[in-house]
């Protein structure tokens, strides 16, 4: 407390001492003394600073009260602060947080819901469109895994059947294998196989599980339903129960189907046939048709197989001219033949045939005209021999014949038909004369004349000789 102050101080004084505690009339005092300083009259004046002690202390501490209360609201403010900031940053913070730990659990749900134009906002909605790409691409993954675990089912069933039509070298075979696999594949019990081109008339080639009622129904309508199918659409090969009805399918058959589904039979781009199944529920309905199209393909390309092989094989084992046996198929059917009628005790006749003037057919009307001889004998015998006998032109003109279960009586009968039957068909030369075809015949008989093949063989041929030495058109069965 300043005790005294001149108002026209002309310079500001200045402490000279620090403050000091000081007892004046009993009472403490804080004291402090300042550089003399001049007034307007040139006198020196000392100022001196007292204090009380108990007004200090009041005012110290009214500002330490100030300084607290100043604290106290600075950190409220801080507080408020950063529940803010908590609310505006953390807490989005904390709910990315949880939406990437749902994320990692394979939760695709979980989004981050937060309104704003900042930073933040734009990361949360970032992180949804994240989830959102992620989430699709997860779904077409597990659609493409579905797809490829389809397809390798496919796979499965085709290679069985595929497999289990690799060894078959028969068309009848091929086709009750392949329906039968095809049934088995699509887990059904009724099918059939037509065969034929698409707008023919359909051949039957094998059915199962549907009943011989039901079969000669849909022979008598001529009733494969795709008929009209189109090697360049191969897709409308399914048939619900309304669409059956409207072709005509008879009440017993859709009164237990569901659906029928149809595929042709395909090889190198032609149609040979169709396969059709009976479904009896919509299981696996949108899965079927695929997989029977590529059934029937499978089926199809195996018929074409073997029937290629089935040509070759009878180009290989039959003559050319006359479609008869040649001579190697001829001599291995004999070896079999006689090794059977060996261990059966049956007995086996062989006739060779030799046509008598053969080379005046071929000199004086060509070899067309031999050639169309050839065949007419043929004829003769496919319409004299009987089905469990076997018959071939053993070589230029001359033929044989394996009659089974046949003496040389028997022979002997075969042998005049067959002249009979050359009689009938004369050939008419181009001149209107009749030229008749004549045959000469050797007859020999199995265990009786010879007990090998070619014994067998060689006794036939050697009457043969003996007949035509004689003038020909005649049957030996002399003993040599």
């Given at each position: 407390m300043i005790i005294e102050l001149l108002p026209d101080f002309l310079v500001v004084p200045s402490p000279n001492t620090k403050p000091e505690k000081q007892k004046i009339i009993d009472k403490d005092f804080l004291v402090q003394t300042f550089d003399p300083v001049i007034d307007s009259s040139g006198n020196s004046l000392f100022v001196v600073s007292l204090v009380s002690m108990q007004d200090y202390y009041n005012e110290l501490n009214n500002i330490w009260i100030s300084i607290a209360i100043g604290l106290f609201v600075l950190m409220i403010i801080f507080a408020i602060l950063t529940w803010l900031i908590s609310l505006r940053i953390f807490k989005p913070i904390r709910l990315l947080t949880d939406a990437t730990c749902c994320l990692a659990k394979g939760d695709f749900?979980?989004?981050?819901?937060?309104?704003?134009?900042?930073?933040?906002?734009?990361?949360?909605?970032?992180?949804?469109?994240?989830?959102?790409?992620?989430?699709?691409?997860?779904?077409?993954?597990?659609?493409?895994?579905?797809?490829?675990?389809?397809?390798?089912?496919?796979?499965?069933?085709?290679?069985?059947?595929?497999?289990?039509?690799?060894?078959?070298?028969?068309?009848?075979?091929?086709?009750?294998?392949?329906?039968?696999?095809?049934?088995?594949?699509?887990?059904?019990?009724?099918?059939?196989?037509?065969?034929?081109?698409?707008?023919?008339?359909?051949?039957?080639?094998?059915?199962?599980?549907?009943?011989?009622?039901?079969?000669?129904?849909?022979?008598?309508?001529?009733?494969?339903?795709?008929?009209?199918?189109?090697?360049?659409?191969?897709?409308?090969?399914?048939?619900?129960?309304?669409?059956?009805?409207?072709?005509?399918?008879?009440?017993?058959?859709?009164?237990?189907?569901?659906?029928?589904?149809?595929?042709?039979?395909?090889?190198?781009?032609?149609?040979?046939?169709?396969?059709?199944?009976?479904?009896?529920?919509?299981?696996?309905?949108?899965?079927?048709?695929?997989?029977?199209?590529?059934?029937?393909?499978?089926?199809?390309?195996?018929?074409?197989?073997?029937?290629?092989?089935?040509?070759?094989?009878?180009?290989?084992?039959?003559?050319?001219?006359?479609?008869?046996?040649?001579?190697?198929?001829?001599?291995?059917?004999?070896?079999?033949?006689?090794?059977?009628?060996?261990?059966?005790?049956?007995?086996?006749?062989?006739?060779?045939?030799?046509?008598?003037?053969?080379?005046?057919?071929n000199d004086t009307y060509g070899h067309p005209v031999g050639d169309e001889i050839l065949r007419r004998v043929a004829d003769s015998l496919i319409k004299i021999v009987l089905s469990t006998d076997f018959f071939c032109r053993y070589g230029g003109d001359e033929f044989a014949a394996l009659l089974m279960d046949t003496s040389s009586e028997g022979a002997v009968k075969f042998a005049q038909r067959v002249k009979q039957c050359l009689y009938e068909n004369s050939f008419i030369s181009p001149d209107g004369d009749m030229v008749p075809i004549r045959m000469s015949f050797g007859v020999a008989n199995f265990p009786k004349h010879s007990s090998s093949v070619n014994e067998l063989i060689t006794c036939a041929d050697e009457n043969m000789y003996f007949a035509k030495r004689n003038g020909g058109d005649g049957i030996s069965v002399e003993e040599t």
């Open positions: 749900s979980a989004r981050v819901n937060i309104t704003g134009g900042d930073e933040v906002t734009e990361l949360a909605n970032s992180f949804n469109s994240m989830i959102e790409q992620i989430q699709y691409r997860d779904q077409s993954l597990t659609n493409t895994l579905k797809e490829l675990s389809k397809r390798n089912e496919q796979l499965v069933l085709l290679n069985k059947v595929a497999t289990g039509l690799a060894n078959i070298t028969s068309s009848a075979e091929v086709i009750e294998k392949g329906l039968e696999l095809a049934l088995e594949a699509t887990s059904c019990q009724e099918g059939i196989i037509w065969l034929g081109a698409p707008g023919e008339k359909m051949q039957l080639a094998s059915f199962k599980g549907i009943s011989h009622d039901e079969i000669c129904f849909l022979l008598k309508v001529n009733l494969p339903i795709a008929t009209n199918i189109n090697i360049d659409n191969l897709q409308n090969n399914f048939y619900s129960r309304d669409d059956l009805r409207e072709k005509g399918y008879p009440d017993s058959i859709l009164s237990r189907i569901y659906s029928v589904i149809s595929a042709p039979l395909v090889s190198r781009g032609i149609i040979m046939g169709f396969i059709e199944i009976f479904c009896h529920t919509d299981n696996n309905v949108n899965f079927l048709p695929e997989l029977l199209e590529a059934i029937g393909a499978e089926i199809g390309v195996a018929l074409d197989n073997v029937r290629r092989f089935e040509e070759v094989r009878f180009q290989a084992d039959h003559d050319p001219v006359t479609g008869l046996l040649n001579h190697r198929s001829f001599h291995q059917k004999c070896e079999r033949e006689l090794k059977l009628a060996e261990r059966s005790g049956r007995q086996i006749s062989l006739v060779m045939m030799d046509l008598d003037d053969f080379k005046l057919f």
